[in-house]
């Protein structure tokens, strides 16, 4: 990947993207056109709050990025996860596709990547943070155990629970799938 020049200074990019100057950022990147129950965006939310009280770490300290595509269709938990962010100034949120340089920005940027993912398939996003050189907390399931090595990075823990019909497409509750429940409290001390 090599280092991302698009911009002169990270003051440049957080300016860009319309982040505080000086937080340290977590990012979390994902398709909303995926499905939203395995990419998990509401359990990084979850932690984060857990991790940094309102009350203790202001926007100018500390701050979550979200980033997703505009979806094709209307997203009842995106909505209320949107809702969610709209009344803590330290969530931002960029729902819009990035070239592939302005994206590959954003992730330098940030100061740490994070997934709570239920399933991954390879982990496209948590590899491109560990080539950026940053830091990254993911759940310990699927694809990413093979190259996120606890030296390395930061594997939150998980328990199995059964897939129910409608979580994920194709499956149906009788075919007993099973996937991640990743610990919030885990993430929350990583």
Known sequence: LGPVTQFKSQRQARA???LPEQAKLFCFSFDLNSYIERKNPQACVEAFLLAFGQDEYSDAVV???IKVHTPNQPNKAWDNLKALAERDQRIHII???LDRSDLLALYQTCDC???LHRA???GRTLAEAMLLGKP???TNYSGNQFFMHPEHTLPVEY???PVQTGDYHFVETSDAAMWA????SHLAKR
């Open 16 to 18: 860009h993207f319309g």
């Open 63 to 65: 701050g979550l990025v």
């Open 95 to 97: 729902e819009q596709t």
């Open 113 to 115: 990547f994070i997934s």
């Open 120 to 122: 991954e398939g390879f």
């Open 136 to 138: 990254v907390i993911a």
């Open 159 to 161: 328990d199995l629970v």
């Open 181 to 184: 429940n990743p610990r919030i």
